[in-house]
């Protein structure tokens, strides 16, 4: 394997590279039956990720693309998700986006809860380091979700 690596630094999520359609951060990506992670197309799809711009930690091949595995990371809500609790479950929704679960369908589908929402950023850019103004990620209206 040429092109693998592991990088360690004080970012959020644990994220594994995988091949997608997509590279833009904050997508939710589904597989597909050729192992290729694509946008989601509706709510509740399977075996979920969010494509990463904030891992700490990342295995896999350099060219692909890192999705969250585990951890803290900024995902693209569905619907203004202003009266979303936080604590809440979410799930895949249609455009790559994500969705605030209902109480049944967590009881019903438990496997398809891709995490839980862990903060909505009222900023526009999220620095890692506080001291370090020259490395940050544009928050872009994603919402902090904590992958289970």
């Not at 693998?4 to 997608?20: A, H, L, P, Q, V």
């Amino acid at each position: 394997m040429e092109s693998s690596y592991t990088i360690g630094n004080g970012w959020n999520d644990y994220s594994e590279t995988r091949k997608t359609s997509t590279t833009i951060p904050g997508t939710c990506v589904s597989i597909d039956i050729k192992g290729i992670l694509n946008s989601t197309t509706e709510r509740m799809m399977p075996e979920c990720y969010i494509i990463s711009d904030t891992w700490g930690q990342c295995i896999g091949e350099a060219d692909d693309t890192p999705v969250a595995v585990m951890g803290r990371v900024l995902a693209t809500p569905y619907s203004d998700p202003t009266n979303w609790p936080i604590g809440a479950a979410v799930c895949s929704a249609p455009n790559g986006t994500i969705d605030l679960m209902t109480r049944e369908e967590i009881m019903k589908y438990p496997d398809r809860i891709i995490g839980t929402i862990s903060e909505k950023p009222k900023y526009d850019k999220w620095y890692p380091d506080e001291d370090d103004k020259d490395i940050y990620v544009e928050v872009k209206g994603r919402i902090w979700i904590y992958i289970l």
